[in-house]
């Protein structure tokens, strides 16, 4: 079973900085596309940025220019940069991957267990 490590979150100012890491347990090639997804107290989980085998990355508006997400495939490990971050961004911050079954070829997802990203002054 693939799992999925989130680290990085914690508590920072309105204004700050901060790097989210999602090291997974195999390698990261064998998904088709990685991401960043969150969930605020009271709402439901909305996506934040993905970034494809290739490379490609895609982001919600609501972070554009702030967020950078990348991926180190020597590693197994995906990044969120956060950057001028707003109260608006306070939640739980999970880790998503994709890929299609060798059996079937159907997608399957996997998710990390999320990390707290708090902002507060």
């Known amino acids: 079973q693939v799992q999925l490590v989130e680290s990085g979150g914690g508590l920072v100012q309105p204004g700050g900085s901060l790097t989210l890491s999602c090291t997974a347990s195999e390698s990261i090639s064998s998904f088709y596309i990685m991401g960043w997804y969150r969930q605020a107290p009271g709402k439901q989980r909305e996506f934040v940025a993905t970034?494809?085998?290739?490379?490609?990355?895609n982001y919600a508006d609501s972070v554009k220019g702030r967020f950078t997400i990348s991926r180190d495939n020597a590693k197994n490990t995906v990044y969120l940069q956060v950057h001028s971050l707003k109260p608006e961004d306070l939640a739980v911050y999970y880790c998503?991957?994709?890929?299609?079954?060798?059996?079937?070829?159907?997608?399957?997802?996997?998710w990390g267990q999320g990390t707290q990203v708090s902002v507060s002054s």
């Open positions: 970034i494809t085998g290739g490379g490609t990355t």
């Open positions: 998503n991957a994709k890929r299609f079954r060798s059996t079937s070829g159907a997608p399957v997802d996997y």
